[in-house]
């Protein structure tokens, strides 16, 4: 009896115990955070520091140097009375085509002896934070920026601080479509979020729980995959479904940027922007240094339909600006198109003039060249070639040449040197040293 009595109590124990276990387990598990619930803590986190008060800042625009309204206007003709603009802020967007763009702003400074924002070597300034601009200023040369090109997301307060006085404001949107689809594989998104990675259609697969699926994408990437060029831009992603912010948004961006470039009218885009900074058509020649490939193609008509929904805001603000670029060349002369003429045919000669052949893809979208035998010294058509990490890198060792460990100077010459082998036309080594040492004509042997 008693024995019985025993096993009683003890299978009861037992059972007590699994359910204390079972009970532990919950709470254990309930206190780890996945992916999903760690985005959420982020976006909240994000709606309240919209409401946190910034420190007052130093900076106050100086009322002597503000411009005429006539200098921020694009020109419905072209004017050879005009003087050239040197001051350029180019608010980079992702995966739109702003290598090439950007390839132009860096020959020019770099023609001009003009001064980048920039950290030392770095494509970025914090993004997608905001910029030190502490850093910035200690480090500001004599005569001032003129020229900021390197990925960061728009504060108008942060540009107009940091840049010289009348700086032109511009940017470059692509249709949205294309933008996202090119994101979506450039920045493999599909191995981003594994469990895309089993299915033969990932955009089907994505965009049958996009929120869910969006929250497992790491930080690196995870602003790029919805509404990525008004995130650029300084959209928040609290705001995403506010109507009325986005309104604001996008009021804000037109009454701040005097020129909105759109890549599927890059020609035009590229006088009206001569036309506004008085530049001349051989310093806007260009060539691709990325494929940007016509993803759009391959997909269904529904599939292109929820990319649009996805990405309602870029598409806008794309719609918004596509029609303003058209309502400015409605305004522009009869040279106008003439000059957008003129311009492809200046790329298309220095293309045929310059290189002999087209490399395979490198580094998953990047284009490479080779020099044709009567123009390997052309700096020009180097240049032209050259990635914009290379550039970046060029100009940083001559602007903070002063500042730099030797062990950067050499992570510069490794790099080029491993770029040359898929990109035989950028620029060479030698081609910087002549920069770091003007004395010298050729590096020595072990400085190759």
């Known amino acids: 009896?008693?024995?019985?009595?025993?096993?009683?109590?003890?299978?009861?124990?037992?059972?007590?115990?699994?359910?204390?276990?079972?009970?532990?387990?919950?709470?254990?598990?309930?206190?780890v955070k996945g992916p999903g619930a760690l985005r959420r803590e982020k976006i909240e986190q994000a709606r309240e520091e919209e409401h946190t008060t910034l420190l007052p800042r130093k900076w106050v625009p100086d009322l002597n140097k503000v411009f005429p309204v006539e200098h921020?206007?694009?020109?419905?003709?072209?004017?050879?009375?005009?003087?050239?603009?040197?001051?350029?802020?180019?608010?980079?967007?992702?995966?739109?085509?702003?290598?090439?763009?950007?390839?132009?702003?860096?020959?020019?400074?770099?023609?001009?002896?003009?001064?980048?924002?920039?950290?030392?070597?770095?494509?970025?300034?914090?993004?997608?934070?905001?910029?030190?601009?502490?850093?910035?200023?200690?480090?500001?040369?004599?005569?001032?920026?003129?020229?900021?090109?390197?990925?960061?997301?728009h504060h108008q307060s942060d540009v107009l601080r940091i840049m010289n006085p009348g700086t032109i404001f511009t940017t470059l949107l692509r249709h949205p479509v294309d933008q996202f689809l090119s994101v979506f594989n450039n920045f493999d998104i599909k191995q981003e979020m594994k469990n895309l990675l089993p299915h033969h259609n990932p955009y089907e697969e994505f965009f049958r729980r996009p929120d869910k699926i969006a929250m497992l994408a790491s930080d690196s990437v995870y602003h790029l995959i919805q509404n990525s060029m008004s995130f650029d831009l300084g959209l928040n992603t609290p705001h995403f479904k506010n109507n009325s912010a986005v309104d604001e948004f996008v009021e804000k961006i037109d009454s701040e940027f005097h020129l909105v470039l759109i890549l599927e009218l890059l020609d035009e885009s590229l006088v009206l922007l001569k036309r506004l900074m008085c530049w001349n058509l051989n310093q806007l020649v260009y060539v691709k240094l990325s494929v940007n490939k016509e993803y759009s193609v391959s997909i269904s008509d529904d599939i292109r339909?929820?990319?649009?929904?996805?990405?309602?805001?870029?598409?806008?603000?794309?719609?918004?600006?596509?029609?303003?670029?058209?309502?400015?060349?409605?305004?522009?002369?009869?040279?106008?198109?003439?000059?957008?003429?003129?311009?492809?045919?200046?790329?298309?000669?220095?293309?045929?003039?310059?290189?002999?052949?087209?490399?395979?893809?490198?580094?998953?979208?990047?284009?490479?060249?080779?020099?044709?035998?009567?123009?390997?010294?052309?700096?020009?058509?180097?240049?032209?070639?050259t990635d914009d990490v290379t550039q970046t890198h060029v100009i940083g060792l001559k602007q903070f040449k002063d500042n730099l460990p030797p062990s950067d100077i050499l992570m510069v010459r490794n790099h080029m040197q491993n770029l040359k082998k898929h990109n035989p036309a950028m620029l060479d080594w030698t081609d910087v040293y002549k920069v770091l040492h003007p004395d010298k004509s050729q590096p020595e042997k072990n400085e190759l």
Request: aromatic share 12%.
């Open 1 to 31: 009896m008693i024995g019985l009595l025993t096993r009683q109590v003890k299978k009861h124990f037992e059972a007590i115990l699994a359910i204390f276990a079972l009970i532990a387990v919950f709470y254990v598990l309930k206190s």
């Open 72 to 153: 921020y206007q694009i020109p419905t003709h072209p004017d050879p009375k005009c003087t050239p603009k040197q001051n350029l802020y180019f608010l980079r967007t992702h995966q739109t085509g702003t290598s090439s763009v950007t390839n132009i702003f860096y020959r020019y400074g770099k023609e001009h002896d003009l001064n980048f924002v920039m950290y030392p070597l770095k494509l970025h300034l914090n993004y997608p934070g905001r910029i030190n601009m502490l850093y910035l200023e200690r480090m500001m040369p004599e005569k001032g920026y003129n020229i900021l090109s390197q990925y960061t997301r």
């Open 305 to 385: 339909q929820k990319i649009m929904d996805w990405n309602s805001i870029d598409m806008r603000l794309y719609t918004h600006f596509l029609e303003k670029m058209k309502n400015i060349i409605s305004e522009q002369d009869e040279s106008f198109h003439k000059e957008v003429a003129l311009l492809k045919q200046i790329n298309s000669d220095f293309s045929k003039e310059c290189y002999e052949k087209v490399f395979p893809v490198y580094n998953g979208n990047k284009i490479g060249y080779s020099l044709r035998k009567s123009h390997e010294t052309n700096m020009t058509c180097k240049g032209l070639a």
